[in-house]
Each structure stands twice: as structure tokens, then as C-alpha cells.
């Protein structure tokens, strides 16, 4: 089965800048969309952003400008850049995949642990 790990989460100053990392093994299928979606103490998940195999990209209008998602098929890893951060991007930040059309992606069918990131005023 797919396995998803993230990595990259911390501690950092508002204004600083992480670089979010989720590893994907178990591999049998290209893996068409994937995201990472994060959850804000006494907050709803959201999806934050999404990209597609053919890099097609998604952000909500929060991190517009300030976060980048890219995907390195060869080394099956999605990344996350995060810059300027702010306070209120404290949460937990969740990698997802999903092998389907657009159609059934959504929401991403397959989830990762999850990966701190605090973001301090």
C-alpha cells in the first residue's frame, strides 16, 4: 500500500521559511494528485495546496505567493516551500495522494502522518 511521510516541520519566527518534505513508497500506480493539507488547533483540515502529475497547481488564496509546491516523480517526494511565515499558519500539515482522475480526488484518498509546524510571533 502507499505510505506517506512527511518531514521538514518545526519551530520557526514569523517572517522565517521551512521546507516540507513527504516521501512516498509502496509505489504500484503513478500517483496523479497530491496535496498537503494542514489542521489549525480547534480548526478544520484544509487543503492548502494541491499539484498534479503534469504540475498543474493549486493554492488557497491564504499562502498564495508565500508557499510552492512541487513533486519530484523520479525520487516519488512532494515538497512544500514555506515562506513568510505567518503566526496563523501554526498547524499540523498533512501530505496526501491520490492515484484517480480529478473526480475522485477530492478529497485526496491516501494521508500521512503529519508534520509540525509553529510558527512564533
Known amino acids: 500500500q502507499l505510505q506517506l511521510v512527511e518531514s521538514g516541520g518545526g519551530l520557526v519566527q514569523a517572517g522565517g521559511s521551512l521546507r516540507l518534505s513527504c516521501a512516498a513508497s509502496?509505489?504500484?500506480?503513478?500517483?496523479?494528485?497530491m496535496g498537503w493539507y494542514r489542521q489549525a488547533p480547534g480548526k478544520e483540515r484544509e487543503l492548502v495546496a494541491a499539484?498534479?502529475?503534469?504540475?498543474?497547481?493549486a493554492y488557497t488564496d491564504s499562502v498564495k505567493g508565500r508557499f510552492t509546491i512541487s513533486r519530484d516523480n523520479a525520487k516519488n517526494t512532494l515538497y512544500l516551500q514555506i515562506n513568510s511565515l505567518k503566526p496563523e499558519d501554526t498547524a499540523i500539515y498533512y501530505c496526501?495522494?491520490?492515484?484517480?482522475?480529478?473526480?475522485?480526488?477530492?478529497?485526496?484518498?491516501?494521508w500521512g502522518q503529519g508534520t509540525q509546524v509553529t510558527v512564533s510571533s
Open positions: 499539484i498534479s502529475i503534469g504540475e498543474e497547481i
Open positions: 496526501a495522494a491520490c492515484y484517480g482522475v480529478i473526480s475522485e480526488c477530492v478529497p485526496l484518498t491516501h
Open positions: 509502496g509505489i504500484n500506480l503513478k500517483i496523479n494528485h
